[in-house]
């Protein structure tokens, strides 16, 4: 099972309608991480309390030397979303 820290936990107990959004849908698989997204402080914690993990990905039709950053929900970002569908984040 995923070790979730307490920092994470106090994290989550915080976390807005729109980060969990974002979270369940980080959960799907990877997606590409837009500059907009990045620079954006809200959904950016999710990288900071390791809810998420930042990656890259060289799409096989891209031009040579094309490298895309990518995001996808780490194993205790899926935990937690997880805990909070049966209702243990309390």
Do not use: H, N
């Amino acid at each position: 099972m995923t070790k979730i820290t307490s920092e994470q936990l106090a994290f989550a107990r915080s976390m807005s309608a729109r980060q969990w959004a974002v979270l369940a849908r980080l959960a799907d698989g990877v997606w590409p991480l837009s500059a907009s997204e990045r620079s954006d402080p809200e959904l950016y914690r999710l990288v900071q309390y390791r809810l998420a993990a930042c990656g890259s990905m060289a799409p096989p039709s891209a031009s040579r030397g094309l490298i895309l950053p990518t995001w996808e929900a780490s194993a205790a970002g899926r935990a937690m979303l997880k805990r909070r569908a049966e209702g243990k984040l309390a």
